[in-house]
């Protein structure tokens, strides 16, 4: 039971760093591989707020999320529109993009290096102990996944019981049907860009809560959205939540029970397990 609750705890940050790279990639169509350095800015912004101003990483949210959107709406617009108005097809513009944002993961993570340099961070946040079904675990990790499902639940919310959200998953099912329907295809790919920044940078400001953290480590959280957006389906949020859930209690499990140096090698295993088996993804339909 406790390695259970631990995984579902720590699922909750994964799930809305996943649920970003979703906005990005299953409605923009774009493949951004520098999505983990918008999470780590996310830890680093949220321990600057919290060590210099004594702002909770909570309360903290309320900046960061505005300054991400606006920092990943300008990042689209200027550097990666021109890439989508020149794209011939899909597969041009995930080429494209791939080679862009892998540009940028390394100009993003060199302006960190340089800001904050290459050594482990970390800050005593609710560092206090939470009893769940019997066993202690620590309230920061509690708090971080309560705040993940309530920022999960609004974009649910926005994307079925809003006329915005409405668009945004008509663009992902099909842009040409879309513009066809008088959506403005270009601004919402711009808008879905932005609030997937947004959404992997609260995720991010999150996880610096229970996670020592570093200018470096932002490829190996790019990589764990990935696979759970390709275990999940693309696009599919319901898959991006359950394939989150499912990946931090493995990583958990093998931890626990088995060495916590073998977490990535199980991600990926299990990531490969689904390639294999269910490529679809979990919620996905068989292609005919």
């Given at each position: ?122 800050y005593t ?95 190996v959280f ?27 209690v493995a ?38």
């Amino acid at each position: 039971m406790e390695i259970l609750v631990t995984g579902i705890l720590l699922s909750g940050t994964y799930a809305l760093i996943a649920l970003g790279l979703t906005l990005q990639y299953g409605v923009a169509r774009i493949m951004n591989l520098a999505n983990g350095e918008t999470l780590v800015a996310g830890c680093f912004v949220a321990f600057w707020l919290y060590a210099s101003f004594a702002i909770s990483p909570i309360y903290g949210l309320l900046i960061i999320a505005p300054a991400a959107f606006a920092l990943n709406w300008a990042i689209y617009r200027f550097a990666l529109r021109p890439l989508v108005n020149r794209a011939k097809n899909r597969g041009m513009l995930e080429v494209d993009s791939i080679l862009a944002t892998f540009g940028l993961l390394f100009l993003l993570q060199g302006l960190m290096l340089l800001s904050f340099g290459g050594e482990y961070f970390s800050y005593t946040f609710l560092a206090e102990r939470f009893v769940l079904f019997g066993s202690a675990y620590g309230l920061n990790r509690v708090v971080a996944f309560a705040a993940a499902v309530v920022i999960a639940l609004a974009l649910y919310l926005f994307l079925y019981h809003t006329r915005h959200g409405t668009a945004v998953r008509a663009v992902a099912a099909d842009p040409t049907s879309a513009n066809l329907v008088a959506i403005d295809v270009a601004r919402t790919a711009a808008f879905a860009f932005a609030l997937g920044g947004a959404l992997t940078a609260c995720g991010g400001a999150l996880l610096s809560t229970f996670y020592t953290f570093n200018a470096s480590m932002g490829v190996v959280f790019t990589m764990k959205a990935l696979i759970i957006v390709i275990m999940g389906g693309v696009g599919d949020i319901r898959g991006a939540v359950l394939a989150a859930l499912i990946l931090g209690v493995a990583e958990t499990a093998v931890a626990s029970l088995i060495d916590p140096g073998l977490t990535l090698a199980a991600t990926y295993t299990l990531f490969i397990l689904v390639l294999l088996f269910r490529p679809q993804g979990i919620f996905g339909r068989q292609t005919t």
